[in-house]
């Protein structure tokens, strides 16, 4: 079952269910020795959605985010590894507007192997181009690929403020995800 660390209440919970609101794009990085680069141990291509019940709305309210990465057309120097998924649940007061500010999280990676890998990370968000894009850096904290350093880019489209005005307000957001794992 994925986990999530304790978050600052309210805007840091958010900020993680914004991240998984929006697509992901996961690429993890290493300092590699002065003599040679390092190796991307599994780079990795899908979706991600998120549901929110009741829906997001204007005033912040309690709110319960499923969030779901579908990570397909991976490359791996694992041949076992062609595929991943995470399924997360968070329950926190959150609104349209506090989805996205900086926070710690943690996230599991089950791969198809039936192996998974825990995603340890510190995220900050910013809106190019009218979108919401969440970079979180940090490691491969237990499982498989353990010790790898992390960097994670997920983007979306941006929440329709409209949709925030009234019942059922936003209830959900979906999105694209790229992963990569680079060995150390």
């Not at 079952?1 to 914004?18: C, D, E, K, N, Q």
């Not at 076992?80 to 507007?97: E, Q």
């Amino acid at each position: 079952m994925p986990t999530i660390s304790p978050l600052r209440p309210v805007r840091g919970a958010a900020a993680f269910l914004g991240a998984l609101a929006l697509g992901a794009t996961f690429a993890l990085t290493t300092a590699s020795a002065p003599a040679r680069a390092a190796a991307a141990a599994v780079t990795c291509t899908g979706s991600h959605s998120v549901s929110y019940s009741p829906g997001l709305l204007l005033a912040p309210r309690p709110v319960a985010a499923t969030a779901r990465y579908a990570l397909a057309q991976c490359i791996s120097t694992d041949p076992g590894v062609t595929a991943g998924t995470s399924t997360v649940t968070l329950t926190n007061t959150i609104s349209c507007l506090t989805l996205d500010n900086t926070g710690t999280g943690v996230l599991t990676l089950d791969w198809n192997n039936g192996r998974s890998s825990t995603f340890t990370f510190t995220r900050t968000a910013t809106h190019p181009a009218g979108q919401t894009v969440v970079l979180a850096t940090g490691a491969i904290t237990g499982g498989e690929f353990a010790g790898d350093a992390a960097t994670l880019i997920v983007t979306d489209l941006s929440v329709d403020l409209l949709a925030c005005l009234a019942p059922p307000g936003v209830t959900g957001t979906s999105g694209r995800a790229v992963l990569t794992i680079t060995s150390t």
